[in-house]
């Protein structure tokens, strides 16, 4: 039995050992595709991600640096959950493009 695990552990390990990370993923500092990462450091762009539609990858930056979008849903005032329904009606033909927009992130992480 020890020895049937051994050698499973090996085939994974030379399965993972052929599969080389994207460089797009290690310049943009995410952990992996389609998962946004805050760059507090970046002068304009508050969040980056390198998004992946089937074989398409791009690094997308989007949010504008220092602006909080909106808060938490629960107790919000009107006011920003009048902000909130400006920012989606206003940016709608643009989230609606997909992953590979910046809108559609600003979307699901800031608003």
Not at 56 to 61: L, N, P, S
Request: aromatic share 8%; net charge positive; no cysteine.
């Amino acid at each position: 039995m020890f020895l049937h695990m051994l050698v499973r552990e090996r085939r994974v390990a030379v399965k993972r050992k052929g599969r080389k990370k994207d460089p797009r993923l290690a310049r943009a500092g995410v952990k992996g595709y389609n998962k946004p990462k805050r760059t507090p450091s970046h002068p304009k762009k508050s969040h980056v991600v390198v998004a992946k539609v089937g074989s398409k990858v791009k690094t997308i930056r989007f949010g504008q640096q220092g602006v909080s979008g909106s808060p938490k849903k629960k107790g919000e005032s009107a006011a920003y959950a009048a902000r909130r329904r400006s920012f989606k009606a206003r940016h709608a033909k643009n989230i609606a493009k997909g992953k590979m927009s910046a809108a559609y992130w600003a979307d699901k992480v800031k608003w």
